[in-house]
């Protein structure tokens, strides 16, 4: 069974390769994660750029597709190294249980993970527990048993990572090294053993498979003294036995066609996910969105809505004619119509919704500036830009009924108390009567059906 599954696409460089993307990707997701969970779960000693304006929509952008990326890779990964699991003994010392249980909670966690991210784009939770907190948590997870998973491969790693020129050119290595290259990562049979034509061959349908990726398998050479038999007919023509009594090398010899057809393979499944879904969050590509639940230009004004105010539930409180937004900083308060509201200075800004599920869109607003009209509580323009908001949504439910916004935006220029959109006065599933818009802030704290602004 060890040898069945033994390939020239299963051996350390290889592996070691699909290693680095994969761990490239998860780094990427992580940090980009992180960013995303501290705009929206602030520390208290934390600010963050306002510009550029896109610079949410290009770390979240990047976040979802690395994420989907990581289907192909870690799919890779595990049939690169999955004849592991046939070594025996399965447990040879406290290092080889430090690698089982590491790649077990990788993985594990991992395909968790990438899953429930992926369904999140759709919203779409079939679970009983919280998106964000399950996917806080195992993000911690993935880093720390990959970072304990390479600690004990390190050895291995550091052999192979540095064969910049993988398998070609052919000189570019000693006929030793490229041997220790192309081993199978399981080869415990004896090699004459191996040398058995047909002895790698996998029945089924994942036999199919494999022959298919892998190509036909090399056929071991003979003494000089002896001839292969003329096929008969409607045989193969190979004598097992002739393999026995022979001094044939392994027949895991290099196999570079079948290396380019899986790495083909690799790289047409990543390009393939990243480009047909890339173009909800990067505009060049998104004539080619062709899988992303969002795509630009479509929904309200033209740009796409997530939470609708009928789900929100504001419906009859955001057309009712006495409402108004409520500024309050300790015990003054002041209070504007909307129509209040049009007749101060107006403001255009072009900035992009950017969304948690990874798409984006740019659009023109025209609004009051945020930090004129916190001036009117806090006394001067200086000071209104050194304040911190807690914003409030006319929503009666919800994770983001009620957030804050740090000083950094406030004191922009272009964050605005925003009243129409791309021209028009703002749809009701847009945010009408007025809403938030700020530079490099996520969807969800661009608050929309604003309630009142209170001065922290």
Not at 37 to 51: G, N, V
Not at 240 to 255: E, I, R
Not at 268 to 279: E, R, S, Y
Not at 300 to 322: F, G, L
């Amino acid at each position: 069974m060890q040898r069945a599954v033994a390939a020239p696409t299963r051996n350390p460089r290889l592996a070691v390769v699909i290693g680095r993307l994969l761990a490239s990707a998860f780094l990427i997701c992580f940090a980009t994660g992180l960013y995303s969970h501290f705009l929206q779960e602030p520390l208290p000693w934390m600010h963050f750029a306002t510009s550029p304006a896109q610079l949410y929509q290009f770390s979240q952008g990047l976040h979802i597709t690395a994420g989907i990326a990581c289907f192909p890779l870690i799919l890779a990964k595990l049939y690169t190294v999955f004849p592991k699991l046939f070594e025996t003994p399965a447990i040879t010392g406290l290092g080889s249980v430090l690698e089982r249980a590491s790649i077990a909670l990788f993985v594990g966690a991992s395909l968790v993970e990438i899953t429930i991210g992926l369904l999140n784009t759709y919203q779409f939770y079939p679970w009983p527990f919280g998106f964000r907190e399950v996917h806080f948590a195992l993000s911690f997870v993935i880093i720390g048993s990959l970072a304990i998973h390479i600690g004990v491969k390190l050895p291995i790693i550091a052999q192979y990572w540095r064969k910049r020129d993988g398998y070609a050119p052919e000189l570019a290595f000693t006929e030793d090294e490229r041997d220790t290259m192309d081993a199978p990562l399981i080869d415990a049979l004896p090699s004459r053993l191996a040398a058995v034509p047909g002895a790698r061959a996998v029945s089924g349908v994942t036999g199919r498979i494999f022959a298919w990726i892998d190509g036909p398998a090399p056929e071991p050479a003979l003494p000089a003294d002896q001839t292969r038999p003329a096929p008969e007919h409607g045989g193969s023509g190979e004598d097992p036995d002739l393999a026995f009594s022979s001094d044939a090398p392994p027949s895991h010899q290099p196999h570079p066609v079948g290396r380019r057809a899986f790495l083909a393979t690799i790289g047409t499944g990543v390009a393939a996910v990243v480009v047909l879904t890339a173009g909800q969050s990067f505009a060049w590509l998104s004539p080619l969105n062709a899988f992303a639940p969002r795509v630009k230009g479509i929904g309200p004004q033209a740009v796409p809505v997530n939470r609708t105010a009928a789900a929100a539930q504001v419906t009859s409180t955001a057309m009712n004619q006495d409402w108004a937004l409520t500024i309050s900083n300790a015990s003054q308060s002041l209070r504007f119509t909307r129509a209040e509201l049009l007749a101060l200075p107006q403001t255009t800004v072009d900035l992009p919704i950017s969304c948690v599920e990874g798409w984006s869109q740019m659009a023109t607003w025209r609004g009051v500036r945020l930090s004129e009209l916190v001036a009117k509580v806090v006394g001067n323009d200086a000071a209104a830009g050194s304040q911190a908001l807690r914003i409030t949504s006319l929503e009666k439910e919800g994770g983001y009924r009620v957030t804050q916004m740090g000083s950094e935006y406030v004191g922009d220029p272009s964050t605005l108390v925003a009243l129409e959109l791309n021209g028009e006065t703002l749809d009701i599933d847009h945010g009408f009567p007025a809403r938030m818009i700020a530079p490099g802030r996520p969807g969800v704290l661009q608050t929309k059906w604003l309630s009142t602004l209170e001065v922290l």
